[in-house]
């Protein structure tokens, strides 16, 4: 079973950088993933790490947002730079096990099944 919970979200200037942590308990045999959802749009992946800690990224977030793990403290982050006005929306952190599938990786919201509660992003322009 795996939990997980977020941290860090908040208000911020465009331009500003914010980290997200998502603390994660059973989850070494699983990929992960961050998801936004703004108000009246769909919930879409932002950002995925395999369980080799291969990454992809959506393409409105790349050269931007990095999505990394601490093995140590069993957490999940993604550091968030040169944020705009867009990227307003409540993220969410989400696992789905992949033990063996190295070379499988999705930003789609029906492939995982765990996800945390989700914590709120505002960027004002």
């Known amino acids: 079973q795996v939990q997980l919970v977020e941290v860090g979200g908040g208000s911020v200037q465009a331009g500003g950088s914010l980290r997200l942590s998502c603390a994660a308990s059973?989850?070494?045999?699983?990929?992960m993933a961050w998801f936004r959802q703004a108000p009246g749009k769909e919930r879409e992946g932002v950002a995925f790490?395999?369980?080799?800690?291969?990454?992809t990224y959506a393409d409105s977030v790349k050269g931007r947002f990095t999505i990394s793990k601490d093995m140590a403290k069993n957490t999940l982050i993604l550091q968030m730079d040169s944020l705009k006005f867009e990227d307003t929306a409540r993220y969410y952190c989400?696992?789905?096990?992949?033990?063996?599938?190295?070379?499988?990786?999705?930003?789609?919201?029906?492939?995982?099944?765990?996800w945390g509660q989700g914590t709120q992003v505002t960027v004002s322009s």
């Open positions: 989400a696992a789905t096990y992949c033990g063996g599938l190295d070379a499988w990786s999705s930003l789609e919201a029906a492939d995982f099944g765990y």
């Open positions: 790490i395999s369980r080799t800690s291969r990454t």
């Open positions: 059973g989850y070494t045999q699983y990929c």
